[in-house]
């Protein structure tokens, strides 16, 4: 399929999706391409302390299904 068949392809499903979360999540992964993806000195340094209290076992992670669980619920 070339680009233009595949674009028009995408606009037609898009246009039936009644899903408001799905359109969202459409929607952020648009969003998120035009933005700077780089992460923040602030951000780095938030991720650098949790994964410190990881470590030290003062919190836990969920494991990506209960997060993918989650994003689908």
Do not use: P
């Not at 068949?5 to 929607?27: F, H, P, R, Y």
């Not at 035009?34 to 650098?48: A, F, H, P, R, Y």
């Amino acid at each position: 399929m070339d680009v233009a068949a595949l674009k028009l392809d995408l606009i037609q499903w898009l246009a039936q999706i009644q899903d408001e979360s799905l359109l969202k999540k459409i929607q952020f992964i648009r969003d998120s391409k035009e933005e700077n993806l780089e992460l923040s000195e602030e951000q780095l340094l938030e991720l650098d302390q949790r994964l410190e209290k990881y470590e030290r076992g003062e919190i836990n992670f969920s494991s990506w299904e209960k997060v993918k669980d989650r994003m689908n619920s």
